[in-house]
Nanobody
Framework: QVQLVESGGGSVQPGGSLRLSCAAS????????MRWYRQAPGKERELVAT??????????SYADSVKGRFTISRDNAKKTVYLQMNSLKVEDTAVYYCNAFILLRDYWGQGTQVTVSS
């Protein structure tokens, strides 16, 4: 069965960095676009970053709010997707979720909390 397990969240001061990881299993990882979403309290879940499949070049795209600060990457051998977050802002505080869209269905990890505060 499909499993997505996030790790790497935590508390950091504004301007700090964190790296999130999402370990995937149960599907052909290299063939699937992988995404990071986030959900802040009282807000809708929003797409943060996407990395395409290996067959389409593993290209990355980002929400405007994180462009230039966040980097998504994937290691197909380790079946893991990463989100490197630099220059963190208070407004980046949210639960971050890994996502895979497979055969017309969304799969989600359990989420990892990122808190940015002074």
């Amino acid at each position: 069965q499909v499993q997505l397990v996030e790790s790497g969240g935590g508390s950091v001061q504004p301007g700090g960095s964190l790296r999130l990881s999402c370990a995937a299993s149960g599907f052909t990882f290299r063939s699937v676009f992988m995404r990071w979403y986030r959900q802040a309290p009282g807000k809708e879940r929003e797409l943060v970053a996407t990395v395409t499949s290996a067959g389409t070049g593993g290209s990355a795209s980002y929400a405007d709010s994180v462009k230039g600060r966040f980097t998504i990457s994937r290691d197909n051998a380790k079946k893991t997707v990463y989100l490197q977050m630099n220059s963190l802002k208070v407004e980046d505080t949210a639960v971050y979720y890994c996502n895979a869209f497979i055969l017309l269905r969304d799969y989600w990890g359990q989420g990892t909390q990122v808190t940015v505060s002074s």
